[in-house]
């Protein structure tokens, strides 16, 4: 099994740029899709990134995902960052037979 | 427009099975490709994935759980039921699922609002 490592916090002031980590213990994070989760407090998670780089209708294109094979990470980087962007995002990922969360990132916007 | 709701007790005790219902809408599990998925929180925890309910009867489980874990179908009535023997204090928290578009290959694209479960004497 594999464990998927996430900052346990970041912070950035509104109209700035933050980009939030999500480092994969083995196996290639190329090799399959990583998904990102918002969830405010108080509610259900909403995808705001599928399949790595994917975002569902109605996800502003301030969000965007990547992945970076040297560090064997993905990515989460939310630009042009609003009050309303303040929540906990989790990554997602799997291997042949499960799927793992990472631990969780809390966005300040300051 | 689909809909997710889930249901089951609130309190358990230590040592009980756990069923919780997953009643859905909007959707059908038999369609090619789609998925229905539990994941859990503890409170105040990161949010863990449980188990997974394909459209072709594929079943796939939590390492760490699989020995406890067991998700059905239940064709009928659009529910996935989602068991879970022998709980423990650790089991306590917010219980999800979860639909994947059949068009997506990985990831839900709609989520229920949680079933909050304690396990207590």
């Known amino acids: 099994n594999f464990i998927l490592t996430q900052p346990h916090s970041v912070s950035e002031s509104p109209g700035k740029t933050v980009i939030i980590s999500c480092t994969r213990s083995?196996?290639?994070?190329?090799?399959?899709?990583v998904q990102w989760y918002q969830q405010r407090p108080g509610s259900s998670p909403t995808t705001v990134i599928f399949?790595?780089?994917?975002?569902p209708s109605g996800v502003p294109d301030r969000f965007s995902g990547s992945i970076a094979s040297s560090s064997n990470s993905a990515s989460l980087t939310i630009s042009g960052l609003k009050p309303e962007d303040e929540a906990d995002y989790y990554c997602?990922?799997?291997?042949?037979?499960?799927?793992?969360f990472g631990g969780g990132t809390k966005l300040t916007v300051l | 427009q689909i809909t997710l709701v889930e249901s089951g007790p609130t309190l358990v005790k230590p040592t009980q099975t756990l069923t919780l219902t997953c009643s859905f809408s909007?959707?059908?599990?038999?369609?090619?490709?789609?998925?229905v998925g539990w994941i859990r929180q503890p409170p105040g925890k990161a949010l863990e994935w449980l188990a997974l309910?394909?459209?072709?009867?594929?079943?796939r489980y939590s390492p760490s759980l699989k020995d406890r874990l067991v998700v059905s179908h239940d064709t009928f009535k659009n529910q996935v039921v989602l068991s879970l023997t022998n709980v423990d204090a650790v089991d306590t928290g917010t219980y999800f699922c979860?639909?994947?578009?059949?068009?997506?290959?990985?990831?839900?694209?709609?989520w229920g609002q949680g079933t909050l479960v304690t396990v207590s004497s």
């Open positions: 979860a639909h994947r578009p059949p068009a997506w290959l990985e990831g839900f694209g709609f």
């Open positions: 909007g959707f059908s599990l038999r369609a090619r490709g789609v998925a």
């Open positions: 309910l394909s459209w072709n009867g594929d079943k």
């Open positions: 083995s196996g290639s994070i190329a090799s399959n899709y």
């Open positions: 399949e790595t780089n994917q975002r």
């Open positions: 997602q990922s799997s291997d042949s037979r499960t799927q793992v």
